[in-house]
């Protein structure tokens, strides 16, 4: 079991390269609050002085620290493997220089103050890149920590205003990973209440079953006062356990003081102090509990891991083959994107490309829309007599008899008008030509999207190709249609089979044409006959006195006529034969128009289907090979863009990462895990 640390290490190192998060390897994360001890305890479990000192923040970026414990039997094939000399037990690696061997612990500390200040700035500021730093040594105990700068509450420096939250968002994102060993750092002597370590621990971690808490300068509490209640599990509720801790003073670090010593000196103290847990606390005793916990956390988190690593490995495999591979021959492959566009584009019309949308209409079926619920239902909104009143029909009546009184209903009147109804079917149908266009526009943007990407040169020349001959096919649809509407009106077709409205016109015409049932005296007035025929007084009377005005109003008024009105007067009533005349004409057109209205309605659509649709989904292989196959064009057209390159780079990192890690993961025997 002790070898899966070690792959644990690996693997921290494979992910470390492409920066990948998504992988939540079990790690230990040492989260305290500034100078409370972490850098001391640290050196204590590798037994060196390695790590930077001062005043204020020193550890400014996460440092991923992994022990390597080295026996005697694996001592000379490690060293060989790093070029180690002979005669050294103990050296260090960077990740950040791959090659360079350091068994100057000195030298460590400032390749880490160096690489520090070279991504933090020189003045406390802080940064979140991870750098990672191996040791091998017989005098340790294999185990990976992440050391994260201490909590601070002010800025100094050139650190932000909110340096606090920006240093938290660091330590949330290291302990929020399910399988970290949260290794929480307070000092003895100030108050735990006010612990910033434990209260962030607690928020992710509420039941403390992956919380471990160190517990440093137990020696420098208050006289009379100790921490056996804390120690003993009586203050603080985790499960992992409660270590206690004696690191060393700054005198002893400013006089150098070998850690040997100082770790001989921590097992006096708490052996004098508390002796009943003695046992339980000091270095020693947490390099033991970190190892074995660790151990038993990866040991309980490799099954899934195993299965995140394979299903995260077929993703980028699909994600990198959606991505495509580079290409070689440029004309094949130009003319391979062509014809797969414009089979895209041919199969969106016919309905049956392979992605079908369920949230909205797209392609034919819009297009099925616009032809019979858009178009169709708009022409049945326009009405026959929409815009033609009684009046109107009137006076197109007389405009169209001249100064002779009509005897009979004048055809022109119809024709004059039924063609003025006709002709307002025009706009719709232009209006049915310019959606279908429109929509065979939109779906140039469903077709290849993929390609698209990949290539944005290419991409826009498919579109002004496209969007080119869809142009050019607009004016002759919209001609044609315009003479569809033209057609009827060019020739009013009486004889139609459908114009079967004449028997009701002639009835009305007779009815018209029919003389009164009563007689008409002298003048237009009705004679009163009494039953044995003889014309009474009173009519006689009448005859007379009408007789006389007439006779009066001619004699007086002879030279003055009222002006001809512009128009018939509105507000009179019609007279019987006057509406048996607007009558005809309105039956008339009613039925005519209807005849054409759906002669338009059927043509129209037919007309668009012809000239713009079929024409298009025809002629968009031929337009675009002509246009875009050209070898001398292939090169900047097959360009892509530099968001795509990125994207496949990284895809290609991350897979080789994770099949490098897939093949660690398989080197472990199941033995080992027992």
């Known amino acids: 079991m002790e070898q899966l640390i070690p792959v644990m290490n690996k693997l921290q190192e494979v992910f470390g390269t492409v920066g990948a998060d998504t992988i939540q390897l079990p790690q230990i994360v040492v989260v305290g609050s500034q100078s409370c001890g972490k850098s001391s305890v640290l050196e204590n479990l590798v037994g060196r002085d390695f790590l930077p000192r001062g005043v204020g923040i020193v550890t400014r970026r996460p440092l991923v620290l992994q022990l390597c414990h080295v026996s005697e039997d694996d001592r000379d ?221 990866i040991k309980e988190c490799l099954p899934e891991l195993k299965t995140r690593i394979n299903v995260m490995s077929s993703q980028f495999q699909m ?157 002759v649809t919209n001609e044609m249609v315009k003479n569809l509407v033209a057609i009827e009106l060019s020739y009013i077709n009486t004889k139609h089979p459908d114009f079967t409205d004449i028997a009701s016109v002639d009835s009305i015409i007779d009815s018209r044409n029919r003389p009164p049932s009563t007689d008409l005296a002298e003048g237009g007035a009705p004679k009163a006959v009494t039953q044995n025929g003889d014309v009474s007084s009173a009519a006689k009377a009448a005859a007379i006195s009408d007789k006389k005005s007439r006779s009066g109003s001619v004699s007086k008024g002879a030279n003055f006529l009222p002006e001809v009105p512009s128009q018939p007067q509105t507000g009179r009533a019609l007279s019987t034969r006057e509406k048996a005349d607007v009558q005809v004409i309105q039956r008339l057109i009613f039925k005519y128009f209807l005849i054409v209205r759906k002669n338009i309605q059927d043509t129209v659509p037919k007309a668009v289907m012809h000239f713009l649709v079929n024409y298009v989904r025809d002629n968009i292989q031929s337009e675009l090979v002509s246009k875009l196959y050209k070898i001398e064009k292939s090169d900047s057209l097959l360009k892509e863009s530099k968001e795509m390159s990125v994207r496949r780079q990284e895809a290609q990192e991350m897979l080789a990462a994770l099949q490098k890690a897939s093949q660690i993961i398989s080197e472990i025997r199941e033995t080992q895990l027992w």
């Open 77 to 297: 094939k490690l060293a060989s493997e790093d070029n180690v000399q002979d005669g050294v037990e103990e050296w260090a690696k960077f990740a950040h220089i791959k090659n360079k061997v350091f068994t100057d612990f000195g030298e460590v500390r400032k390749e880490i103050e160096k690489e520090t200040d070279r991504l933090a700035g020189a003045n406390k500021g802080v940064v979140n890149d991870p750098m990672y730093l191996k040791i091998f040594s017989p005098n340790v105990l294999t185990l990976t920590l992440v050391d994260l700068p201490g909590m601070t509450k002010v800025p100094v420096g050139e650190q932000p205003e909110d340096i606090e939250i920006q240093i938290k968002d660091m330590i949330l994102q290291y302990i929020n990973n399910p399988n970290a060993i949260i290794l929480a750092v307070h000092a003895a002597n100030t108050d735990f209440s006010t612990s910033e370590a434990l209260k962030t621990a607690k928020e992710i971690d509420p039941d403390g079953r992956r919380t471990l808490v160190v517990v440093t300068k137990l020696d420098l509490m208050d006289a009379g006062t100790d921490a056996l209640d804390v120690l003993c599990h009586r203050v603080i509720p985790v499960k992992l356990g409660i270590i206690g801790v004696v690191n060393r003073s700054q005198l002893d670090i400013n006089q150098q003081k070998p850690i040997a010593e100082a770790l001989k000196d921590e097992s006096s103290f708490i052996q004098k102090k508390y002796p009943a847990i003695a046992n339980r606390n000091g270095t020693r005793f947490l390099s033991k509990t970190l190892n074995k916990l660790l151990i038993h956390h």
């Open 319 to 475: 994600l990198l083959a959606s991505y495509g591979e580079p290409v070689e021959d440029e004309g094949h492959f130009l003319l391979q994107i062509v014809t797969r566009f414009a089979t895209d584009y041919c199969n969106t019309i016919g309905g049956t490309s392979r992605n079908i949308e369920t949230a909205e209409l797209c392609g034919g079926a819009r297009i099925c829309y616009i032809f019979h619920e858009t178009y169709s239902k708009t022409l049945e909104r326009i009405q026959p007599l929409d815009g033609l009143s009684d009046m109107d029909i009137l006076t197109a009546l007389r405009n169209a008899t001249g100064p002779r009184p009509a005897l009979f209903v004048p055809e022109v009147a119809f024709e004059l008008l039924v063609k003025k109804q006709i002709a307002r079917l025009e706009d719709p149908c232009l209006r049915c030509v310019e959606l279908v266009h429109d929509e065979l526009q939109r779906i140039i943007q469903q077709c290849g999207t993929e390609q698209m990407i990949r290539f944005p040169k290419l991409h826009e020349k498919i579109v002004d190709v496209v969007t080119l001959l869809l142009r050019r096919r607009l004016p």
